[in-house]
């Protein structure tokens, strides 16, 4: 028999012109409210690792980079990344 995790419930406050969104969307897919904002936080929390992954290896092509040309060129995405445009 195959375990499930146990579910940790959580309170959480909208503003208001987010809550609508979020029902908009549940609607829309015709799913719950709670499932939306499960879903957005589990893509939110992936993109952050995603985002973490590509700021990581940035900085080692940048530490292994030969060209100063290259060297520049991946200065300013590292600082895009962390700064954004």
């Known amino acids: 028999m195959a375990q ?20 908009a969307l549940a609607r829309r897919k015709r799913t719950s409210a709670n499932r939306v904002i499960v879903e957005l936080i589990e893509s939110g929390l992936e993109t952050r690792e995603n985002e973490k992954k590509t700021f990581y290896e940035l900085a080692d092509r940048l530490a292994n980079s030969s060209g100063e040309s290259e060297a520049r060129r991946l200065k300013e995405e590292l600082a895009r990344l962390t700064f954004g445009d």
Do not use: D, G
């Not at 499930?4 to 029902?23: C, D, F, H, I, N």
């Open 4 to 23: 499930t995790e146990k579910v940790v419930r959580q309170s959480v406050s909208l503003p208001p012109a987010v809550a609508r969104r979020v029902q």
